[in-house]
């Protein structure tokens, strides 16, 4: 079947829009894996929603502008803050379980919010919870359809219309075409490309690279947000310490075991993330370690395992009871606030090309996003592109040239991620970026039909030469972007970076 509509990912964005199109026409979701390895099911902090008896929508926009840090787009956050109630309860409407005390909701604290208002869902698993209503409902729909593994490299174009995508068959190594009217890409994050990070393994950066290689405008690509707390255990993945065990009392201490968060923000742990991450980067710096300690023993026992049983559960997996000792942690890659340039309805500067959740840069979160802000985000801007969208119903289908084989970087993935993250991640200056950039120019690169890994590896690449030389012309720090060689904030950056194939970063 040629779908109307083509939905690139399978997180809450993706399956949101798709709920909102599927009385327009016939829709194709499709997930690169497995529906359930996308970054909202593992998203386990929660969802920021001004719902509660205390709170207003002027408050949480007011946080999301303080943490944007002068970048933001006021439009986008208004849309953000004002249609949130809503979107979650048409989520609740269809089956959302959210953890209540007693009959009502119960809404957690999280650093920089002013209010208690980040709802949760089995503790730690919002995420996953928001995605499996959302499937439930989408499933439900007869002209919804969702296929996983099913893996894009390219968009199809058409006089600079965008036709659809090409897919890529693993086990006949064949490139298939699938035209659509209009095409989503919800393809979340790319924190994969750091060698520490809290994202799923599917998290490349392929909407941006396929976006970016078709001719769209990107915006923001250097504000990468680094969550303080991931797990530290060798050979492990760096598993997300939710920053809710901060907000229920949890203590930051380094590994002589005294608290440091005083010397760096009078907020102590509840501070704005990227100030967290700095300060955990110093103070392991500092006593000569590489983690500091996460602390919840002063908490009474068995708080943690009823309160975050997945964490709980995964801390003890690697040898660590919450109750008793604390856990050894690390800042590590967590969600890009840029990416594909978007309107207020998820509309590319490529016609019939719309975006949805990480991919998609509103300006929404500015140059730091505010914890627990972004499961809201693909709900609300999930269902404006899929209403968008519908004006193409029975519009003619174009279709476009399959391109054949591409050009594949010949390095090691860990390679990558490594350099990433020695010259591209929480402490930026020239030096390392020129580097960095020089490094990757070196790659050699060969032809041919690849694989799914080689294709993520070329988007990977692609995507991480993006952010240095978006970071390179930043000259100043603002929000998650700090350059160790500027580190003031200036006024005449208080614009978006903008990138397209062919041309330098410019700011607008
Ligand atoms: C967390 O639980 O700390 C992550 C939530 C988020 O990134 O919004």
């Not at 300690?293 to 919450?322: M, N, S, V």
């Not at 050699?444 to 991480?464: D, F, I, T, Y």
Request: proline share 5%.
């Amino acid at each position: 079947m040629t779908p109307d509509f083509l939905v690139i990912g399978a997180g809450v964005a993706g399956l949101q829009a798709a709920i909102e199109l599927a009385d327009a026409g016939d829709v194709l979701v499709v997930a690169k894996d497995s529906i359930w390895e996308s970054s909202s099911a593992y998203a386990q902090g929660g969802v920021a929603v001004a719902l509660s008896d205390d709170d207003e929508i002027a408050l949480h926009e007011q946080d999301t502008l303080a943490a944007g840090d002068g970048l933001c787009d006021p439009v986008a956050v208004q849309a953000l803050v004002q249609q949130g109630p809503a979107a979650i309860q048409r989520l609740l409407e269809w089956g959302a379980a959210f953890d209540r005390d007693g009959m009502k909701l119960a809404f957690g604290r999280e650093g920089a919010h002013s209010r208690n208002r980040i709802l949760h869902a089995n503790g730690d698993s919002t995420g996953r919870e928001m995605a499996r209503t959302l499937y439930q409902k989408a499933a439900s729909l007869p002209n919804v359809r969702i296929e996983s593994f099913t893996a894009m490299t390219d968009l199809l174009v058409a006089n600079g219309t965008v036709t659809g995508a090409v897919f890529f068959d693993e086990l006949s190594q064949n490139l298939t075409p699938v035209y659509a009217r209009a095409t989503l890409l919800a393809t979340g994050g790319m924190g994969r490309i750091y060698r520490d990070t809290t994202n799923p393994d599917v998290a490349t950066g392929d909407g941006v690279a396929v976006a970016y290689r078709a001719g769209a405008e990107l915006s923001d690509l250097e504000f990468v947000q680094f969550h303080p707390t991931a797990l530290l255990v060798p050979g492990a993945p760096r598993f997300l310490l939710s920053e809710a065990l901060r907000g229920e009392g949890a203590f930051l201490r380094n590994v002589k075991g005294e608290r440091f968060m005083d010397r760096y923000s009078p907020m102590l742990e509840l501070a704005p993330r990227d100030v967290v991450a700095r300060a955990i980067v110093a103070e392991a710096q500092r006593t000569g370690a590489d983690h500091v300690l996460l602390d919840l023993t002063h908490l009474p026992k068995g708080f943690a395992e009823t309160r975050f049983p997945r964490i709980y559960a995964t801390c003890k997996q690697f040898g660590i009871d919450l109750d008793t000792e604390p856990a050894p942690v690390t800042p590590a890659a967590h969600y890009a606030m840029g990416g594909v340039r978007s309107g207020l309805s998820g509309m590319s500067s490529l016609p019939r090309l719309y975006l949805a959740g990480e991919v998609a840069c509103t300006g929404v979160h500015g140059a730091n996003r505010l914890a627990s802000n972004s499961l809201l985000e693909g709900l609300v801007f999930g269902a404006l592109a899929g209403s968008a969208m519908k004006r193409w119903a029975k519009t003619p289908m174009e279709r476009g040239e399959v391109p054949g084989e591409a050009e594949f970087p010949q390095m090691e993935e860990s390679t990558l991620r490594s350099l990433a993250w020695e010259k591209c991640s929480l402490l930026r200056d020239r030096h390392r970026l020129d580097c960095l950039l020089r490094q990757l120019a070196n790659v050699p690169s060969a032809p041919g039909r690849g694989s799914r890994a080689l294709h993520e590896l070329r988007n990977m690449k692609q995507v991480l030469e993006l952010i240095a030389r978006c970071a390179l012309v930043r000259e100043e720090s603002r929000g998650a972007h700090h350059r160790l060689d500027f580190p003031e904030t200036k006024e005449a950056f208080r614009k978006h970076s903008l990138i397209t194939l062919g041309s330098e970063v410019r700011f607008d």
